[in-house]
């Protein structure tokens, strides 16, 4: 057990579509990474909030987005939904966004299946 | 392209065998996290790597990070059947925020 919460735990949508996955994080902790994992691969960045602001992006096109509030919780929105954005996202909450210094904790991650 | 190549892709085991997981990079890194994941679930932190020549224990796992900060090794002594899972490496490569994951390491452990 981490303390960070995912949801929904799965998701079917359809290609075209709009989906919006939540994160709560620990109390206190101000900074939020969401990862995308494809099946049999190992996770891949999208970006990083830091007190509600973007702090850093992988490469990700514009359709995915996201959004940080003051009670620690976060969404990823993802829109004009493909098939290749099948995976499971997970996100990581941390005390401050420097990895060398806070460590990061993993939700359980959710699983978008798009047909 | 996969910057992070993990070997061996799967893993078979006897209970109470050791072994060892490989996590080269063809650069320098800033720092190399290694984590736990069942299938299908979130990660767990197990280690953090961040000097040359580095060696951290945890229970029955060790993690090291060689002098060039290039490759690093997990190896698990005396195996049970709770060790199953994907280990994956995460590296640091100088952004100190983000990291770059290898594609994993399925162990599965036979009683």
């Known amino acids: 057990e981490t303390g960070v919460t995912q949801s929904p735990t799965h998701l079917i949508k359809t290609r075209g579509q709009q989906v919006t996955l939540r994160c709560s994080s620990q109390s206190g902790h101000n900074t939020v990474s969401w990862y995308q994992q494809a099946l049999g691969q190992g996770p891949q960045f999208i970006f990083q909030y830091y007190r509600e602001e973007e702090n850093g992006r992988g490469n990700f096109p514009p359709r995915f987005s996201g959004l940080q509030f003051p009670n620690y919780s976060s969404e990823l929105n993802v829109n004009a939904l493909e098939l290749d954005d099948s995976a499971l996202y997970l996100c990581?909450?941390?005390?401050?966004?420097?990895?060398?210094?806070?460590?990061?904790?993993f939700g359980p991650g959710t699983r978008l299946t798009v047909t | 392209s996969q910057e992070l190549e993990q070997s061996p892709q799967s893993l078979i085991v006897q209970e109470g065998k050791n072994l060892t997981i490989n996590c080269t990079s063809s650069?320098?890194?800033?720092?190399l996290y290694w984590y736990k994941q069942k299938y299908g679930e979130g990660l767990i932190f197990l280690m953090m790597?961040?000097?040359?020549?580095e060696e951290k224990s945890h229970e029955k796992i060790t993690a090291k990070l060689d002098e060039k900060k290039q490759q690093s090794s997990l190896h698990i002594t005396a195996s049970q059947p709770s060790h199953a899972g994907i280990y994956l490496c995460g590296a640091d490569k100088g952004s100190n925020y983000k990291l770059t994951f290898g594609k994993g390491t399925l162990l599965t452990v036979n009683p």
């Open positions: 790597l961040q000097k040359g020549g």
């Open positions: 650069k320098t890194l800033y720092g």
């Open positions: 990581a909450s941390s005390l401050g966004p420097r990895l060398s210094s806070y460590e990061q904790y």
